[in-house]
């Protein structure tokens, strides 16, 4: 029924339509935009599920392939597909959208149709940067992602709001534009924008690697790997509630995405040769931006910085494939890894979802992100307690919670390869345990802090509802992953296959 | 050149010829109409205008064609240009009506001087010879100085005319002298002539690259290039706002047709020698261009700088040398110049009889007064910026290509490195209209018949941008 509907083009416009038709809704009814924008959501999460129904697990080929001419001067396609690594991402984007837009249901006040409209937009957005087949379609996705962002932060941000969504643009906008740099110089190699004949061209070591470097500066920025993750803790601290978390769950699964799709097809050899600059950072991120996230003051702050330490896991993942192949001699150890850096983006999407959820329920009743202002909180709201503790122990790595597999995973590889970088890498159990947990102990346990503490109403159905269902994903990905890894199993084989082979 | 006279195919120029009968017309019209139906002057500009588009559009021919001796030349790159160049000053026109009527200048001169401005575009679009592109440089110049200084009471605007002329003439007597040097080596005025005389010279040839020199400074003055640039931002600044549109706009266009006339038809041959004029020009322009223009906290001269930078973008297209540069240069300025256009319209919307509301603190919380102006606004700001879906980003990408197939992929870098710094001051104007507070928090009335050209205007820059396809074959298609 569902296979000859256009899916992903549907999945791309049904939520930009749905934000038009929120905005033309305006604010005159103050409940007009909300229920929209929820039937959008949701009817954009019915049409993703087909794609996971409907998905081949046994080709690593793009599916549910759409093509049109665009612009045909310059053999610009509107081509969509995906595989094994975007499909999981997108059903992402669908669930955590939902979330979204009840996070905000009473939270946003102001504004509401705007706000709405331009989480929906994003989303859309988002559906085309992780289905375009196109570069130039990708880059146009990629590239307007940012303006609807932009806006969250800076109408519905907190005081110093301008500062970070300035400095968030920026940084994004260089990041992204040597990309643009680069793609262009694939044109003339490839011949077309189409992204698979890019991983088929041929290029010297030295393009490779300034194309490398070019793609470096866009997804790291994205990811956001160490140097140049600083936009992130300043953006995630004046975002709203909503903001936060299509950044933690989604926008950083972009960088991600980039390198499965970009850098590494597309230069191997350089990948290979720079492997070293890459997994270095990611242990920075790792060991150093835990001991920064153990020095925070502000919860969003707190989990921003744990957000690019455990983001770190994906990037090393996906660059330690290389050293593990170079000292065992086989794909599987590779595989184990590049897996686990996916399962680590999927299941840091749920989390770092609800954790940003977690500190937006006490903030909307306490406006206060203070870890000093709150204590106790158990005492007068242990439901939710309950929940926080859970996606505590899910974001310190707790066996059985999704949080510990994709990083069991990768430091599994991790010692194929080497032993320190996998011991570099497993201090995360224990920065990541502290840090967290300090942090929920100073919060939530202990003697009531103060009279606001003690005046603290536990969840609401709306907010039981959205932490539910996250703590359900977090706790199915944890004791069976097999869903997920199943559907990218065969995509990243090839793709493992496809970087073995030099380019030179 | 043959000394024999044989008549000229007046058909082919009969869209100038058109439109200076109809200025004429208009200059005398005026003359019997009354302060209060002035409308029909301005109706009557705009007819001539449509009149000059249908005329233009019927002589059309399918490739290039000379005639007047080889002096005029009609052919596909020059109907696009006019065409643009009609459509943008028919909405500058129609733009500028209230807010010269808010200020006691709505007068026939204003419309008769434009006309004779876009006659001077013509001219420079269609010149195929030395003395007609000075003729057509010269009538534009002459009609915009005027126009500059039309707001007698201002002395703002006064100042800027002065500037403006004082500095337009030295680039024009800059130009002369290159072009004199051009006529002592080779003899000819003509620009197919000069081509065949130019033919397999040395690019080192003393004499040649002399006149060179003096024909790019020339050039660049007139386009506003680094460092030829310093008369924009006070003539921006001290224009009434419905001059500054029309200066900024359809100028730009015209002006790329003169790079192409004298540049690539002229001195093709010489392009190892004016690529790297070009080069400094460029990256002058964007780098000052988009550095100056964060300091400003007048609207008007942020435009202005930031018209420096996208000069720098237009001249990077021009300088590759292939048909794809200067196609790319083409869809770059005609998609520039309507979305300064409607930059400039904001601030006509914005200003009130009493006050130009020209400085950027004058758009705070504009979203709050009117949300979908405001919006529209930011169409433009994001599309001069560069960022997807909007035309501004097509405009870039394509010049990006022309220069990185030509293998000048660190000129790429930085073009997209300035790109970056320009972003901040366009991403200001956004943050003053979306994030900051009213000061003024008055709902904004616009006429309807400004709402309704301001919001297709801006939507022009946003649908071009999702859709940039026929637009991108036109302008290639006039470069085979």
């Not at chain 1, 996070?103 to 006040?109: E, L, P």
């Not at chain 1, 490839?190 to 470096?216: C, M, T, W, Y």
């Not at chain 1, 050293?323 to 001699?329: Q, V």
């Not at chain 2, 500054?244 to 790079?259: E, N, Q, R, V």
């Amino acid at each position: 029924m569902f296979a000859d509907l256009p899916l992903l083009s549907l999945l791309i416009w049904v939520p930009i339509f749905g934000g038009l038709i929120v905005l033309a809704v305006g604010d005159k009814d103050p409940w007009g935009a909300r229920p929209i924008a929820l039937i959008v959501t949701v009817l954009t999460f019915l049409l993703s599920i087909p794609l996971y129904t409907g998905f081949d697990t046994g080709t690593a080929a793009m599916q549910f392939t759409e093509t049109a001419n665009w612009i045909e001067a310059f053999n610009i396609r509107y081509a969509l597909g995906v595989d094994g690594i975007s499909m999981p991402l997108i059903i992402l984007t669908s669930v955590i959208m939902i979330i979204i837009v009840l996070a905000g249901w009473k939270v946003i006040t102001h504004r509401v149709s705007q706000y709405m409209a331009a989480f929906l937009i994003m989303q859309g957005l988002i559906n085309g940067v992780f289905a375009s087949l196109d570069a130039i379609l990708f880059y146009v996705y990629w590239e307007a992602m940012l303006i609807p962002m932009f806006l969250i932060i800076g109408i519905w941000g907190g005081p110093n709001r301008v500062y970070a969504t300035i400095k968030f643009f920026l940084y994004t906008f260089l990041g992204s534009v040597f990309m643009l740099v680069a793609l262009i110089y694939l044109y003339f190699k490839a011949g077309s924008f189409d992204i698979l004949a890019f991983h088929a061209v041929q290029l010297s070591l030295q393009e490779q690697i300034l194309i490398f470097i070019a793609f470096l500066l866009a997804f790291a920025v994205k990811v956001p790997m160490w140097p140049v993750h600083t936009w992130l803790p300043d953006a995630h601290v004046e975002a709203p509630t909503g903001g936060s978390v299509i950044l933690a769950a989604i926008m950083l699964k972009v960088g991600g995405y980039g390198f499965l799709r970009f850098s590494l097809p597309i230069t191997p050899d350089a990948s290979h040769e720079l492997d070293w600059l890459i997994i270095g950072m990611s242990l920075i991120a790792i060991a150093y931006i835990g001991f920064v996230a153990l020095a925070q003051q502000d919860m969003k702050k707190l989990i921003a910085y744990s957000s690019i330490a455990h983001m770190g896991f994906v990037t090393l993942g996906f660059f330690i494939s290389f050293s593990i192949f170079a000292s065992t001699g086989s794909y599987e150890g590779s595989a184990l890894a590049m897996e686990g850096g996916m399962v680590q983006m999927i299941s840091h999407g749920f989390i770092s979802a609800a954790m940003f959820l977690c500190v937006g329920v006490m903030y909307d009743r306490m406006h206060s992100r203070m870890i000093n202002d709150y204590g106790g909180v158990v005492n007068t709201m242990p439901i939710f307690a309950a929940f926080m503790v859970f996606f505590a122990m899910a974001n310190a790595g707790l066996p059985g919670t999704s949080g510990f597999v994709g990083e069991f995973m990768v430091i599994l590889a991790s010692f194929k390869a080497n032993f320190w970088i996998a011991f570099v890498a497993a201090t995360t159990l224990i920065l990541g345990a502290a840090y967290t947990l300090w942090m929920v102990k100073r919060v939530l346990f202990g003697e009531v802090a103060n009279d606001k503490v003690a005046a603290l109403t536990d969840l609401d159905g709306r907010e039981f509802f959205i932490l539910g269902t996250l703590a359900f994903a977090v706790l199915l990905f944890g004791v069976w992953p097999d869903p997920l890894v199943d559907v990218m199993h065969v995509t990243i084989d090839n793709l493992l296959q496809h970087i073995a082979q030099s380019k030179l | 050149m043959t000394n024999s006279f044989t008549m000229p195919d007046f058909a082919l120029a009969s869209p100038e010829i058109f439109l200076l009968t109809m200025a004429c017309v208009v200059l005398i019209a005026d003359l019997f109409i009354n302060d209060d139906n002035r409308v029909l002057t301005y109706v009557l500009a705009q007819l001539s205008l449509l009149g000059t588009l249908i005329v233009t559009l019927a002589v059309a021919p399918a490739e290039a064609t000379y005639t007047f001796s080889g002096t005029y030349v009609s052919d596909p790159m020059g109907t696009i240009l006019k065409s643009v160049i009609y459509l943008v000053i028919a909405m500058v026109f129609l733009y500028s009506r209230g807010y010269l009527k808010d200020r006691d200048i709505f007068k026939g001169e204003y419309y008769v001087l434009g006309l004779f401005g876009v006659l001077g575009m013509m001219i420079m679009v269609s010149a195929h010879n030395f003395l007609t592109i000075y003729l057509g440089l010269e009538l534009l110049s002459l009609s915009v100085y005027a126009m500059v200084a039309f707001h007698k009471d201002s002395l703002q605007a006064s100042e800027a005319a002065m500037k403006y002329f004082i500095l337009g003439a030295i680039a024009s007597g800059m130009l002369l002298y290159g072009m004199s040097m051009f006529y002592g080596a080779t003899g000819t005025l003509d620009i197919t002539e000069l081509a065949t005389a130019i033919e397999g010279k040395d690019s080192n040839d003393i004499v040649l690259i002399f006149g060179l020199v003096f024909v790019v400074v020339g050039l660049a003055f007139k386009l506003g290039a680094v460092p030829f640039h310093m008369w924009i931002p006070d003539v921006y600044h001290g224009a009434p706002t419905s001059v500054t549109m029309y200066i900024s706009s359809a100028p730009k266009i015209a002006g790329f047709a003169l790079f192409m006339r004298l540049l690539v038809e002229g001195m093709g041959d010489l392009h190892a020698g004016w690529q790297d004029m070009l080069v400094i020009l460029a990256v002058l322009s964007l780098a000052v261009g988009n550095i100056i223009a964060l300091a400003q906290t007048n609207l008007k001269r942020m435009l202005a700088y930031s018209t420096i930078s996208h000069v720098g973008f237009i001249l990077l297209g021009i300088l590759a040398g292939t048909n794809a540069g200067y196609s790319a240069s083409m869809f770059y300025i005609i998609t520039y110049a309507v979305t300064a256009m409607a930059g400039f319209a904001l601030i006509i919307i914005l200003s009130r009889r009493d006050s130009e509301a020209d400085n950027l603190s004058d758009l705070k919380g504009l979203s709050r007064r009117s949300p979908w102006i405001a919006f529209m606004m930011l169409l433009l700001m994001f599309s001069m910026t560069g960022v997807p879906p909007t035309v501004g980003f097509y405009a870039k990408l394509l010049v990006l290509q022309a220069i990185i197939n030509v293998d000048m992929v660190w000129l790429a870098g930085v073009a997209v490195g300035f790109s970056v710094i320009g972003a901040f001051y366009y991403l200001r104007v956004i943050k003053l209209m979306f994030f900051d507070d009213v000061e003024n928090d008055s709902p904004l009335k616009v006429p309807a018949e400004m709402n309704i050209a301001f919001s297709m205007n801006s939507l022009a820059v946003l649908f071009v941008g999702l859709f940039p396809g026929a637009l991108i074959a036109m302008c290639a298609a006039v470069f085979v």
